[in-house]
Nanobody, 123 residues
Framework: QVQLVESGGGLVQAGASLRLSCAASGRTFSSYTMAWFRQAPGKEREFVAA???????YYADSVKGRFTISRDNAKNTVYLQMNSLNSEDTASYYC?????????????????WGQGTQVTVSS
């Protein structure tokens, strides 16, 4: 497992951008598929985006074209660039990791989780 720490959340107006970061511990970060999930109050956790250890990406339809996931294996960090934010993006955002190259969109497939960072979009 790896330890994950998210940062970069905040309060922004609709239409603004934010970049979330997730710093991972351990020397095998490059072997993990990384993902972002989010959970709004009263709603179930939902998949946002994932990036393979080899760099391939996958997005939820709700964020496709607005969000970009990327990783820097030299820095053991994964990012989520969020553009054109709207009120429906308001949620706690969680970074997750699973060993290997397969992208999964369900949370139970991931072994390690961060503590979350809050994103609030005001309309």
């Amino acid at each position: 497992q790896v330890q994950l720490v998210e940062s970069g959340g905040g309060l922004v107006q609709a239409g603004a951008s934010l970049r979330l970061s997730c710093a991972a511990s351990g020397r095998t970060f490059s072997s993990y598929t990384m993902a972002w999930f989010r959970q709004a109050p009263g709603k179930e956790r939902e998949f946002v985006a994932a990036i393979r250890s080899t760099g391939g990406t996958y997005y939820a339809d709700s964020v496709k074209g607005r969000f970009t996931i990327s990783r820097d294996n030299a820095k053991n960090t994964v990012y989520l660039q969020m553009n054109s934010l709207n009120s429906e993006d308001t949620a706690s955002y969680y970074c997750a990791a699973r060993y290997g190259v397969l992208i999964k969109t369900t949370g139970r497939e991931y072994d390690s989780w961060g503590q979350g960072t809050q994103v609030t979009v005001s309309s």
